[in-house]
């Protein structure tokens, strides 16, 4: 029997396995107590495997842009066969570079990662977060402070098209550790301390529906009971900015009239309006990515809490146990930092300079809560 079978039946057991126990353990006052998501610490076991992971660049349809996804040894001189690790490095060099010959066919500047669909005899194999108000995730970011408040969480529903995401923003504080050089660095050789991760709670309530790219103009919430893949992107790229311009058939057409890409919103925080026939013959990860679309306008803004400040449970998200270091000084050279403008979705113009720069995203763990930030605390009851 081939592994991709095994696979398959083994998850259709598990999951069968699991509702069987939900059902026969069921309490008249169920208890939201945390539940992992991912957890890529050997303190915290079982820890995910990589190849339960798909992961994309624009290097797929012609960019500059790789990245990669490593289980990062806790002790940096043992081998990964040694079986124990830290957390998980999501690592690469993202470029807003268009090659000459791409230039008004492509878009550039993104990179992201999720976990893969998992089929069942039953159907999607998905987590039922009905209890939970919040994400947990402890993380961390080293690279070129360019990059590091570029990166959103996603979140796929089963039962809506695939090119629909639930959006929010992860915004990661300063640290030494990112810095104004690009210079790629190697992730085995970084280790992971509580002063160097940030523990984030996203409110689930505060996910915003991207419709094939776009923001939906209808406050749809998110249906917590299916939520079937939840990833992570680095957006490089401004809505409008376009990256160089060029005359070609493809963006201009005869008697003034727009060509084919007349309308393609390059750039990662865009969407094209390719039909639906192209769309699904990409691959199904590029897809997501390249249709991920931040929310302009955020239904509330995030919250920083200051450790004498008092917590403020007005939506956004909460970090605690951040990292509180300034911004270091060489990161103040640091050049196309993105603005609060860009970030909201307000065009900055066609052609922006070119940005690249090495980028590591270091996850410790996943975890869905109840967490109530007036009590700083997690609810182990409903």
């Given at each position: 029997?081939?592994?991709?079978?095994?696979?398959?039946?083994?998850?259709?057991?598990?999951?069968?396995?699991?509702?069987?126990?939900?059902?026969?353990?069921?309490?008249?006052?169920?208890?939201?107590?945390?539940?992992?998501?991912?957890?890529?610490?050997?303190?915290?076991?079982?820890?995910?495997?990589?190849?339960?992971?798909?992961?994309?660049?624009?290097?797929?349809?012609?960019?500059?842009?790789?990245?990669?996804?490593?289980?990062?040894?806790?002790?940096?001189?043992?081998?990964?066969?040694?079986?124990?690790?830290?957390?998980?490095?999501?690592?690469?060099?993202?470029?807003?570079?268009?090659?000459?010959?791409?230039?008004?066919?492509?878009?550039?500047?993104?990179?992201?990662?999720?976990?893969?669909?998992?089929?069942?005899?039953?159907?999607?194999?998905?987590?039922?977060?009905?209890?939970?108000?919040?994400?947990?995730?402890?993380?961390?970011?080293?690279?070129?402070?360019?990059?590091?408040?570029?990166?959103?969480?996603?979140?796929?529903?089963?039962?809506?098209?695939?090119?629909?995401?639930?959006?929010?923003?992860?915004?990661?504080?300063?640290?030494?550790?990112?810095?104004?050089?690009?210079?790629?660095?190697?992730?085995?050789?970084?280790?992971?301390?509580?002063?160097?991760?940030?523990t984030l709670y996203l409110p689930l309530s505060s996910f915003v529906l991207i419709k094939k790219g776009v923001i939906s103009p209808s406050p749809i919430p998110l249906?917590?009971?299916?939520?079937?893949?939840?990833?992570?992107?680095?957006?490089?790229?401004?809505?409008?900015?376009?990256?160089?311009?060029?005359?070609?058939?493809?963006?201009?057409?005869?008697?003034?009239?727009?060509?084919?890409?007349?309308?393609?919103?390059?750039?990662?925080?865009?969407?094209?309006?390719?039909?639906?026939?192209?769309?699904?013959?990409?691959?199904?990860?590029?897809?997501?990515?390249?249709?991920d679309s931040p929310s302009p306008a955020p239904a509330q803004e995030p919250t920083r809490r200051a450790p004498s400040a008092s917590p403020n449970s007005a939506g956004?998200?909460?970090?605690?146990?951040?990292?509180?270091?300034?911004?270091?000084?060489?990161?103040?050279?640091?050049?196309?930092?993105?603005?609060?403008?860009?970030?909201?979705?307000?065009?900055?113009?066609?052609?922006?300079?070119?940005?690249?720069?090495?980028?590591?995203?270091?996850?410790?763990?996943?975890?869905?809560v109840k967490w109530d930030p007036e009590m700083d605390g997690l609810e182990e009851g409903v």
């Amino acid at each position: 029997m081939s592994n991709p079978i095994k696979s398959y039946l083994g998850r259709s057991i598990d999951l069968l396995r699991r509702n069987t126990a939900r059902v026969v353990q069921s309490e008249p006052t169920p208890r939201a107590l945390p539940t992992t998501i991912f957890s890529f610490d050997s303190t915290n076991p079982p820890v995910d495997k990589i190849d339960q992971f798909g992961l994309g660049s624009d290097i797929e349809v012609g960019g500059l842009s790789t990245c990669n996804l490593s289980l990062i040894p806790s002790n940096a001189n043992a081998s990964s066969d040694a079986g124990q690790y830290s957390h998980m490095s999501f690592y690469g060099y993202l470029s807003t570079k268009i090659p000459q010959a791409k230039i008004g066919q492509i878009r550039t500047g993104y990179a992201g990662f999720r976990n893969t669909s998992k089929p069942t005899l039953f159907g999607q194999d998905t987590w039922d977060l009905e209890l939970y108000s919040h994400l947990k995730i402890v993380v961390g970011y080293r690279g070129w402070e360019g990059w590091r408040n570029r990166w959103v969480v996603n979140i796929g529903v089963d039962g809506r098209p695939k090119s629909d995401v639930f959006q929010h923003r992860l915004e990661l504080p300063p640290s030494p550790n990112s810095t104004s050089s690009k210079v790629p660095l190697d992730p085995f050789t970084f280790h992971a301390t509580p002063q160097s991760l940030s523990t984030l709670y996203l409110p689930l309530s505060s996910f915003v529906l991207i419709k094939k790219g776009v923001i939906s103009p209808s406050p749809i919430p998110l249906d917590k009971s299916a939520i079937r893949t939840i990833g992570f992107a680095l957006l490089g790229r401004d809505r409008g900015d376009d990256g160089p311009s060029g005359s070609s058939p493809l963006t201009s057409g005869a008697n003034g009239s727009k060509g084919l890409l007349g309308n393609f919103n390059l750039g990662g925080w865009g969407k094209t309006p390719l039909s639906k026939e192209e769309i699904e013959s990409d691959h199904d990860l590029k897809s997501l990515i390249e249709e991920d679309s931040p929310s302009p306008a955020p239904a509330q803004e995030p919250t920083r809490r200051a450790p004498s400040a008092s917590p403020n449970s007005a939506g956004g998200y909460h970090r605690v146990g951040a990292t509180q270091a300034a911004t270091p000084k060489d990161a103040t050279d640091a050049t196309n930092v993105p603005s609060e403008t860009g970030l909201n979705g307000k065009a900055q113009g066609q052609g922006q300079e070119d940005k690249e720069g090495y980028f590591e995203l270091c996850i410790k763990s996943v975890e869905a809560v109840k967490w109530d930030p007036e009590m700083d605390g997690l609810e182990e009851g409903v």
